[in-house]
């Protein structure tokens, strides 16, 4: 097993000139949330899930992404309610969140 089971990387990125991105959608308040929630769980660490943010993950029109691994998945959200069930349903569960793919 890796360092980390399970590795979120959440895009931050700020395009210029009014370019489509994903600090659009605050998306720092969306890793901010991810991490505390899964501190609170006590799945955040080593051995565990890490939060973290990214830069241009290149799918910026589809935005706001993020990206798990080692699985490879994407999902894009509109509140903390889709963070909420990609916490419960992926990181907890293993099941893929459907509705949220991209
Ligand atoms: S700005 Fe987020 S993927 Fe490019």
């Known amino acids: 097993m890796g360092f980390y089971q399970k590795h979120l990387f959440v895009c931050h990125n700020q395009r210029a000139e009014g370019k ?7 998306s720092a308040h969306a890793r901010d949330y991810l991490k505390a929630r899964c501190k609170t769980l006590g799945i955040h660490g080593e051995g565990q899930v890490r939060i973290n943010q990214a830069g241009c993950l ?41 509705r949220l793919l991209l």
């Open 58 to 98: 290149g799918r910026c029109e589809q935005g706001p992404v993020l990206v798990i691994y080692p699985e490879g998945t994407w999902y894009t959200w509109v509140d903390e309610q889709d963070l909420d069930e990609i916490i419960s349903q992926h990181l907890q569960q293993g099941q893929i969140v459907k």
């Open 20 to 26: 489509p991105c994903c600090a659009d959608y605050d």
